[in-house]
């Protein structure tokens, strides 16, 4: 009697953890899918915001170029010319970052370097524990009462 019970007791806790399991594999793949939808959204917004700004400075350059030319032709001064240079860097790199490719390749510059440069994104004193998260909770902690 007492082994058919034990024999039961053992084929239930072996579902239970199979079912423990598995909801915890459902969890984190709710968690992952979660994160990255939370991250391409925010790279969205980012872009967006690129663009957005892009329209205002690409305004802003034009409108100074016109001027800054009629004024450099009108006086007869080269020199108004020189703001336009570092101003069209701007312009292009905005450009780029809206609706060009260096999203692309900064991503495989970033890929580069976790392959090859892994070293460089080492965190200082190593991972982050439990154990030094609660050494340096307790030392913080006002409450906290040693037994």
């Known amino acids: 009697m007492g082994f058919l019970f034990s024999k039961h007791m053992n084929e239930n806790m072996k579902q239970q953890q199979e079912f423990m399991l598995m909801n ?15 991250r391409e959204r925010q790279m969205a917004m980012q872009i967006a915001g690129t663009r957005e700004f892009l329209k205002y400075f690409g305004t802003f350059f034009g409108i100074a170029t016109i001027c800054l030319t009629t004024g450099a032709i009108k006086k007869k001064k080269p020199a108004l010319f020189l703001p336009i240079v570092p101003l069209s860097f701007v312009l292009a790199y905005q450009y780029d970052k809206g609706y060009g490719t260096l999203l692309q390749r900064m991503k495989a510059e970033a890929e580069n370097i976790l392959d090859t440069e892994n070293s460089k994104l080492q965190l200082p004193r190593g991972m982050i524990t439990f154990e030094t998260v609660e050494k340096s909770r307790k030392a913080q902690s006002k409450f906290f009462v040693e037994k």
């Open 24 to 38: 915890a594999r459902l969890q984190m793949e709710r968690q992952l899918t979660m994160q990255n939808e939370m």
